[in-house]
């Protein structure tokens, strides 16, 4: 099994990126997707999460309007576009699997992606 996050870098405050996970190694189409984050410091914060289809999906209140979760089963990815950026969304992104559950909690999420480093910062 294999999540490769990628997208991330260096971005001035207002911002946008687009960040991407390609999955392999399981069926990423039965699979629900989530977005998670951690700052230095912090505990693993929950961003987004989608289910399999796409058509249910769930963010964390600080990101709310600004960050998008997407998915394209056909190319195994789910994607976060992340408008409006802000100094405070500076952390790792991870991405993650879980079988059964949108979930925002890590412990129901079976694999994970290595991270992918995000700062803003003018």
């Known amino acids: 099994v294999q999540l490769q996050a990628s997208g991330g870098g260096l971005v001035q405050p207002g911002g946008s990126l687009r960040l991407s996970c390609a999955a392999s190694?399981?069926?990423?189409?039965?699979?629900?997707m989530g977005w998670f984050r951690q700052a230095p410091g912090k505990k693993r914060e929950f961003v987004a999460g989608?289910?399999?289809?796409?058509?249910?999906?769930k963010y964390g209140e600080s990101v709310k309007g600004r960050f998008t979760i997407s998915r394209n089963n056909a190319k195994n990815t789910v994607y976060l576009q992340m408008n409006s950026l802000k100094a405070e969304d500076t952390a790792v992104y991870f991405c993650?699997?879980?079988?059964?559950?949108?979930?925002?909690?890590?412990?129901?999420?079976?694999?994970w992606g290595q991270g992918t480093q995000v700062t803003v910062s003018s």
């Open positions: 993650a699997a879980s079988r059964y559950v949108l979930s925002t909690t890590p412990h129901n999420y079976d694999y």
């Open positions: 190694g399981f069926t990423f189409s039965s699979y629900v």
């Open positions: 989608l289910s399999w289809s796409g058509t249910n999906m």
